[in-house]
Structures are given as C-alpha cells and as structure tokens.
C-alpha cells in the first residue's frame, strides 16, 4: 500500500471511528467500543509493564525454592527487559506490516503463554527461558498500542487515551511492587513467588478473547519491507547499551559492561548509515529519516528520555532506601507511593483542561515541579527517619510534575507525525521510554548503591545503616533534579519556536 492510499485508508478509518453527523445510539455505541477497546489494550500493557517490576520483590523467595545462583537470578529480572527493549522498534514495524490488530493479538497470546511457563518452571534455566520468551511477547504487543491508539481514536478522545496510557506507565512501576510484596506474602496454596507469573494466565486470556471481539479490523497496513540490516544493526546497538546497564551492577562492572556501552555508539551510528543506504536504494528504512526530521518527535522523546530516566531511577533508589535502609516491608514500601501515584493519575487526567496555548509552557513548568519534587524528598528523607507529613506532599508534587509531563509529551510527540508514519514513530516512542527506564536504574541506581555500600560499610547499628541510605538518597536525588531540569530545558527549542511564529 502506498503512502498516499494508507493515507486515504486512514482517512476513511477516522470517518467509520467518527462521531460527527451520526445519530446518538450510533454515536454511544462507538464510545461504548472504544472504551472496551481502550480496557484491552491498557490492561495488555498494564500486564505487561507490571512484569518488568513485580519480580523484584519475588526475588529473595525464588532464590531459595530454585536454588539457584546470584547470576541466573539476574537473567530471571532481566532476561524479560532485553528482549523486550530490542524487540519494540521491529514489534512496530511488525504490525504495520502485517496488521496492529494481528500483531497485538499474537504477542498478548504469546506473553500469557510464557506466563504460564514461568509459573510452572522446575529450574531456573526453564524460568530464564520463559521470561525470555514474555518479553518477545511484550515486544509485539506493546508497540501497537500507539498505532491502535493514532489510528482508531482523534481529537480529543485521542488525547485522553494517551493520557491514560501515560498514567498506566507510570502507576504500574508502584502497584508491580505493592502487587509482588502481596503475592508472595500470601504463599496461596503453598506456591510461594509463582502467583506473581501465573496470574497474568487468566488476565491474558480474558484480555485475548475481549481484543479477538473488540479490536477494530481493515485498519490501513504498510507494504514495507522488514529492513532487516537496519533491524540487526539497532538490536546489536540496543544490546550493546541494555544488556551491560541491566547487569552491570551486580557483576560489579567487570570491563566488558564498559567495553560494551562503547562501542554501542559506533554501532548506532552504522545504524545510521544503513538506514540511509536502505532509503537511497528505495528501501523502507525501519526509522524514516523524516520521522526523526520531526522537530516535535525529537524534542518530545528528548524530553521524555530524562523524565522517565529520573523518575524509574529514583523509584528504584528510593524503594531501597525505604526497604533495605528502614527495613520496611515490600508491601508496605510500595504503599508509600500511593500519593505519587495519586499525582500522576491527577495530571495525566486533567492537562487537556487547561487551554492549548499552555500546553508547551505546562511541560517545561511540570519538569521543573518534578524536580522539586526529587530534591525535596531527598532533603526530608536526609536525617534518616520516615520523611513525616511533608513526605506525601513531596510525592503528590513529584506524580503532579511527572503527570502534566508525561501525557502531554506523548500527545506532543505525534502531533506532527502523518498516519503513514504512525508505526515507526511509535516504535520509537515505544522504545524511548523503556532504554530510558533502563539506563535510569542503571546510572541513578548505581549512584545510591554504590554510596549507600560504602557510608554503611561496617555499620553496627540500624540506625547506621539508615543514615547512610538517606546519606545516599540525597546525593542520588541531586543528579535526579538536574536531570528534570534537562527535560524541561529539550521543550525550550519548541517553545522558542512558538513564539517566534506568534510575533510574526
């Protein structure tokens, strides 16, 4: 199909989704659809962003029942984020081709499948294996939420639905901790971490038969090609990148998890030159070079990049402050973040209120806000108690800036993008959000780990060792902040820009 007749697909697309000129039981049937369709794909991605989180906690109980060693329990939490991560750029590439609906349809079956694998893996090596084989399930089905989304919504429906898929990014990082710690504390029916992997089985399949019935079909498709030198290229740079961040840390950075970052950069610059050799021949390049011409695209996903690195990074930072540093519980550490998810919600649900020409100062305004929120809870948690009342209030600003940012950048990001370009944009927007969660915990995590180790080393004392993670905490929330800051600072080109339009 060519761009010009996707184009016209689409089109039509937009008039059959339309509300206008239809009578008013046409028009709530097809709220009443896309509510139901909006149910299955934010639940799929809700299951599926839950996964890369809700096995921390399960940790330390399957590392007695399997008894297996440190490194292959590093493969059980991280085997799912790389595949994963290297699978969401060609995932989306994959659904352009051969149909979003389709693609969805076989990543959620093959995610609930290996869930099922997971919770009944009689060694590690099966439970590495299975997780593997999740996050190639993820990998299909995540990237074509965005396409699903820019095809089958408009205006402001569309708006509200990357709203909330924005606050189903952020809320699931907290509830896969809350939801882990309870889990494993019930032990239902003496099955001790399985739960965590099993209860995606009746989810999934309960969100398969809903998609198989509610997913719209005859949504335009791509005749691209796959690209594959510019697919082996970029997932040979993204492993390069992912894989030393993921493991680095518990291997005590050997030198290949820094020989490896390194020449990732190479790498993604022959990726570049594939690219662009593949677009001379006539090719369909897996990233169009006017997807990335897209000042809106690339100042978003800038944006983008460092919020969500602050905020996966100090989650984690502050998560083991809370745990390891007080000696709370999972449960009871994942129940302090209800005001920061509280915060997100509110944000992402309620930016489209304000009046459009607000939009862009909004985001630089709610970066900053964030990053108040970082340096504040980091000062308050600085004398090594439990934060007292200020600490929820710092939480609801942190979730309130992350909110009036996330959803926004995400609406930003697209709105400059042509419907035949809806794919490989959201492969990108897919794949930006997860590398930056990834190299979040890696670099911010490594920072309060590192001193949080060396101030409590030897400490006789609880309260020792208290002090010493709020020690770390706070030196760890001060490159968080700048890095807010940073977000804000990549919006400047736009709004730049737009008042140089509006002066003319």
Not at 164 to 181: F, N, P
Request: aromatic content about 6%; glycine content about 12%.
């Amino acid at each position: 199909m060519s761009e010009t007749t996707q184009e016209r697909a689409y089109g039509d697309t937009r008039e059959m989704h339309s509300g206008t000129q239809q009578p008013p039981a046409t028009r709530e049937r097809k709220h009443s659809q896309h509510t139901g369709i909006l149910v299955v794909i934010l639940g799929a991605v809700f299951m599926a962003l839950l996964d890369a989180t809700v096995v921390n906690v399960a940790t330390p109980t399957m590392r007695t029942d399997l008894r297996t060693t440190g490194s292959a329990l590093q493969l059980i939490v991280s085997g799912y984020t790389i595949s994963y991560a290297a699978l969401l750029i060609t995932g989306a590439r994959l659904g352009a081709r051969h149909g979003f609906r389709t693609v969805f349809l076989i990543g959620l079956a093959t995610f609930t499948l290996a869930s099922f694998g997971c919770g009944l893996a009689p060694w590690a090596g099966v439970l590495i294996a299975a997780r593997v084989v999740q996050g190639i399930g993820a990998g299909l089905m995540v990237p074509q939420i965005y396409s699903l989304i820019q095809l089958t919504f408009e205006g402001p429906a569309r708006a509200r639905a990357l709203s909330l898929y924005a606050t189903v990014i952020a809320v699931a990082v907290v509830v896969g901790q809350v939801a882990g710690g309870l889990l494993v504390s019930a032990d239902l029916f003496g099955t001790g971490w399985r739960p965590v992997f099993l209860i995606n089985v009746p989810v999934g399949l309960a969100l398969l038969l809903a998609a198989v019935r509610l997913l719209p079909r005859g949504l335009p498709r791509s005749d691209k090609g796959l690209d594959l030198p510019g697919l082996v290229t970029l997932t040979a740079a993204l492993l390069l990148l992912v894989v030393p961040l993921v493991l680095g840390h518990e291997q005590r950075w050997p030198l290949w998890t820094t020989v490896c970052p390194a020449a990732a950069a190479p790498v993604f610059v022959l990726f570049v030159v594939v690219e662009r050799a593949v677009a001379r021949r006539g090719g369909a390049p897996l990233v169009p070079g006017r997807v990335l011409r897209s000042r809106h695209l690339v100042c978003g996903a800038a944006s983008l990049f460092f919020g969500m690195a602050g905020y996966a990074g100090f989650l984690f930072s502050f998560s083991q402050h809370l745990q390891s540093g007080l000696g709370e519980s999972a449960t009871h550490a994942g129940l302090t973040f209800a005001p920061l998810a509280l915060g997100v919600a509110t944000g992402s649900l309620t930016w489209q209120k304000l009046p459009t020409r607000w939009h862009l100062p909004m985001i630089a305004v709610a970066c900053t806000l964030a990053a108040a929120g970082y340096l504040g809870i980091g000062l308050a948690m600085r004398p090594g108690g439990q934060g007292g009342l200020v600490l929820p209030v710092l939480q609801l600003v942190w979730g309130l800036g992350l909110g009036y940012t996330t959803s926004p950048l995400l609406t930003l990001a697209l709105s400059k993008i042509a419907p035949a370009d809806a794919s490989d944009a959201s492969g990108v927007l897919t794949t930006v959000p997860q590398i930056a969660q990834v190299v979040g915990v890696a670099a911010y995590g490594s920072i309060f780990l590192a001193l949080a180790d060396r101030h409590g080393a030897g400490a006789a004392t609880a309260a020792r060792t208290a002090a010493a993670s709020a020690d770390a905490l706070h030196a760890t929330a001060l490159p968080v902040t700048a890095g807010a800051l940073l977000a804000a600072l990549a919006i400047l080109p736009l709004l730049l820009g737009k008042r140089h339009r509006e002066r003319r």
